[in-house]
């Protein structure tokens, strides 16, 4: 059984964002640029807001965090976007979700231009990874992607199971995991014989936000198990939608919670604010 280290595998990717951000500076004189628009207090939100800032800070880019009272209203947020969609020196616009009341999250991420919609979800970038011909990817699968393919495992032609159908990761995860050529079944909470189709997986993936909902008896032989789930269980220790312990004996490779697919989805954050800054270069 391999642990998959998303520690060290994010690290790594890290260090290749820096190197292309420096030729860039050094050669076209841009240096990437990521706005993060946080509305209230949600204690969970401000610590994915400082994390994102102090990735920015590693890589040399530029950040802007823009933290405004939970009373704004819609119409001075979509004008903050509108201004960050005009300013030269912003590359990515990220606004942190949920967003307090009762706002038209669609119509403000509608708002952000596809060219700096850094979380890929804009219909206008959702409809190019379905085709297969992307810039952009959502920061969670995409993470998952590189975690697999740089553990060298490969996707064709395998039985790829996907638990979860959300438009941030069940739905891009399965539609990447299609693009690589795997055979791909999607189940979710209406899903029959839930158990017996996972335990047909080459490559489970689970994304319900349910600790320990993965048991081993759901799980064949040799299995590549991909915990996107993070947690809190009776004792409020961070933990995944994996039942770990039962489950890791029977896999080829897993990902552990936390240090898996965790610290990969700020990395490809990054990544999608640089790909923004290169073709920003007209």
């Not at 307090?100 to 850094?118: F, M, N, Q, T």
């Not at 395998?158 to 079944?185: D, F």
């Not at 990969?264 to 007209?282: D, F, G, P, Q």
């Given at each position: 059984?391999?642990?998959?280290?998303?520690?060290?595998?994010?690290?790594?990717?890290?260090?290749?964002?820096?190197?292309?951000?420096?030729?860039?500076?050094?050669?076209?004189?841009?240096?990437?640029?990521?706005?993060?628009?946080?509305?209230?207090?949600?204690p969970a939100s401000q610590i994915y807001v400082r994390n994102k800032a102090r990735a920015c800070e590693e890589l040399g880019?530029y950040s802007e965090v823009h933290r405004l009272p939970a009373e704004t209203t819609e119409e001075e947020l979509g004008e903050?976007?509108?201004?960050?969609?005009?300013?030269?020196?912003?590359?990515?616009?990220?606004?942190?979700?949920?967003?307090?009341?009762?706002?038209?999250?669609?119509?403000?991420?509608?708002?952000?231009?596809?060219?700096?919609?850094?979380?890929?979800?804009?219909?206008?970038?959702?409809?190019?990874?379905?085709?297969?011909?992307?810039?952009?990817?959502?920061?969670?699968?995409?993470?998952?992607?590189?975690?697999?393919?740089?553990?060298?495992?490969?996707?064709?032609?395998?039985?790829?199971?996907?638990?979860?159908?959300?438009?941030?990761?069940?739905?891009?995860?399965?539609?990447?995991?299609?693009?690589?050529?795997?055979?791909?079944?999607?189940?979710?909470?209406?899903?029959?014989?839930?158990?017996?189709?996972?335990?047909?997986?080459?490559?489970?993936v689970s994304a319900v936000g349910k600790a320990d909902f993965v048991k081993a008896d759901m799980v064949k032989e040799g299995?590549?198990?991909?915990?996107?789930?993070?947690?809190?269980?009776?004792?409020?220790?961070?933990?995944?939608?994996?039942?770990?312990?039962?489950?890791?004996?029977?896999?080829?490779?897993?990902?552990?919670?936390?240090?898996?697919?965790?610290?990969?989805?700020?990395?490809?954050?990054?990544?999608?604010?640089?790909?923004?800054?290169?073709?920003?270069?007209?």
């Amino acid at each position: 059984m391999n642990i998959i280290d998303g520690k060290a595998i994010s690290a790594q990717i890290r260090a290749e964002l820096k190197a292309e951000s420096d030729k860039l500076k050094a050669e076209k004189g841009i240096t990437p640029g990521l706005a993060v628009i946080i509305v209230g207090e949600d204690p969970a939100s401000q610590i994915y807001v400082r994390n994102k800032a102090r990735a920015c800070e590693e890589l040399g880019y530029y950040s802007e965090v823009h933290r405004l009272p939970a009373e704004t209203t819609e119409e001075e947020l979509g004008e903050l976007i509108d201004k960050l969609n005009a300013d030269k020196k912003i590359h990515g616009i990220l606004v942190q979700l949920p967003l307090p009341g009762h706002k038209d999250e669609k119509s403000l991420l509608l708002r952000i231009s596809p060219e700096k919609d850094v979380d890929a979800f804009h219909p206008y970038n959702v409809g190019r990874i379905s085709t297969g011909d992307y810039g952009f990817l959502p920061c969670t699968p995409a993470g998952v992607m590189e975690l697999i393919e740089r553990s060298g495992i490969s996707v064709s032609g395998k039985n790829c199971v996907v638990i979860g159908r959300s438009n941030i990761v069940g739905k891009p995860m399965a539609m990447l995991l299609i693009n690589a050529s795997g055979t791909v079944t999607v189940c979710h909470s209406r899903t029959q014989n839930l158990a017996e189709i996972c335990r047909s997986a080459d490559i489970l993936v689970s994304a319900v936000g349910k600790a320990d909902f993965v048991k081993a008896d759901m799980v064949k032989e040799g299995a590549v198990v991909i915990d996107v789930g993070m947690n809190r269980n009776a004792e409020g220790k961070l933990c995944g939608d994996v039942a770990y312990d039962e489950v890791a004996p029977k896999c080829s490779y897993i990902t552990p919670v936390p240090g898996g697919v965790g610290p990969m989805t700020i990395t490809m954050l990054m990544r999608n604010t640089l790909y923004a800054a290169k073709t920003s270069v007209k």
